[in-house]
């Protein structure tokens, strides 16, 4: 299998987006090739389990409390309405259950009902992954004890545009967050989105400080703006889909064993943006009608082109249970 570096520089990934087209899709979709299989596709499935409210101000995000989007806050969601959502999640297909929490930091309140879902959720036999803000060693370390499978914390884009779209958070602080989820032994969920206004060396650097970390992040998900009405970023310029496709294929080169998602904004891309997509290395997808608070491609629209590319979602890889775990677990 491909040897993973993590010392690339700014102008080697520049290069790396100044091939011609072909010739990085060429490259990238070879690096695929040589360590997954081209023609499997793994489903996520995204849940908004606390929504809106959030005291960060990131320029893009309705549930800001900063802003003026319109959406009703609401509080933490019952662990029953959880198990169901992943159950029905898992009955099309999805291999991976994500929550996402608008928290800055969870609360003591509410972080021992999270840690009851997780365990609800690892009952069904499926992948769990949770974003929940910033951490301390202490709850890295009871999230892992719950069966956590994977943390989702983005850099979002590069340090330098960082404080132009948050300014709440450093930069260093999701850095700081993700080392504690790598030493808890949790799976790091990592990307970034496009579309925040920034420059071509900033999505270079992104795509950098994701490769040199200690390890490569075990899911990348590249997500394009989704511009919403009341945030800051609502009339950002759109990008050139064959951009998002350029940073696809450089995401894996760059990264050749991580799962590269098309996340948000895929819904309103063509299907011969997303087969490109595919084509050149992602091997993820959000699966399901609704990103957190966002709208995501239909599941059926889904289906149709992955029969229509020749395409088949990758089955779990846990081990299913033998019986009755989701009274335990709602009752643990």
Known sequence: MTQ??????????????????????????????????????????????KTGGCPEDCGYCPQSAHHGADLEKERLVEVERVIAEAQAAKDRGATRFCMGAAWKNPNDRDFPVVLEMIRGVKSLGMECCVTLG??????????????????????????EHYENIITTRKFQDRLDTLEKVRDAGISVCCGGILGLG??????????????????????????????????????????????FVRTI?????MMP????????????????????????????????EKLLTTPNAQADRDMELLR?????????????????????????
């Open 134 to 159: 910033s951490l301390d060693e202490q709850q890295t370390r009871a999230l892992k004890d719950a069966g956590l499978d994977y943390y989702n914390h983005n850099l979002d884009t590069s340090p």
């Open 4 to 49: 993973c570096r993590h010392d690339w520089t700014v102008d080697e990934v520049q290069a790396l987006y100044d091939l011609p087209f072909m010739e990085l899709l060429y490259r990238a979709h070879s690096q695929h090739r040589e360590n997954f299989d081209p023609n499997q596709i793994q489903f996520s499935s995204l849940m908004s389990i």
């Open 249 to 253: 294929a450089v995401a894996r080169i």
């Open 308 to 332: 229509r590319l020749d395409l088949h979602p990758q089955e779990s890889q846990i081990e299913q249970p033998v019986s009755g775990p989701v009274e335990h677990a709602l009752s643990a």
């Open 257 to 288: 064993h991580s799962y590269v998602r098309l996340s948000a904004g895929r819904e309103s891309m063509d299907d011969a943006t997303q087969a490109l997509c595919f084509f050149a290395g992602a091997n993820s997808v959000f699966f399901g």
């Open 198 to 243: 920034e420059g071509e060396k900033d999505r270079a650097t992104l795509l950098m400080e994701l490769a040199n970390m200690p390890s490569h992040p075990d899911s990348v998900p590249i997500n394009l703006l989704v511009r919403v009405k009341g945030t800051p970023l609502e009339h950002a310029e759109q990008i050139d889909p064959f951009i």
